[in-house]
């Protein structure tokens, strides 16, 4: 049974720094690409950031977000520094077989999910 558990999320002051994990289980990590999404209320869920042999990152949060991955530990990580309000959301940890799945996004086709883990900034 594969399983994305996320964790780090919380509540943070603009300007501050969280960082993200996700472990994965039930697969062979090192075979996927990582991502993560984040879904804020009332709108849709948007990609953030990925991971294969290169990294990929939307344009609002290029320069603040870090993601990485340690395929040793089955984990992927996203460290968010100067983090704004306008980031609050619930991130998801995302797998898939294929990078462009995962960037372009096809939200429908990727293979696995976390539940999420909530981020709020405060003003």
């Known amino acids: 049974q594969v399983q994305l558990v996320e964790s780090g999320g919380g509540l943070v002051q603009a300007g501050g720094s969280l960082t993200l994990s996700c472990v994965a289980s039930g697969v062979t990590f090192s075979r996927y690409a990582m991502g993560w999404f984040r879904q804020a209320p009332g709108k849709d869920r948007e990609f953030v950031a990925a991971?294969?042999?290169?990294?990929y990152y939307t344009d609002s949060v290029k320069g603040r977000f870090t993601i990485s991955r340690d395929n040793a530990k089955n984990m992927v990580n996203l460290q968010m520094n100067n983090l704004k309000p306008e980031d609050t959301a619930v991130y998801y940890c995302a797998a898939d077989g294929s990078i462009v799945t995962i960037t372009t996004p096809t939200l429908d086709a990727i293979d696995y999910w976390g539940k999420g883990t909530l981020v709020t900034v405060s003003s």
């Open positions: 991971i294969s042999f290169k990294s």
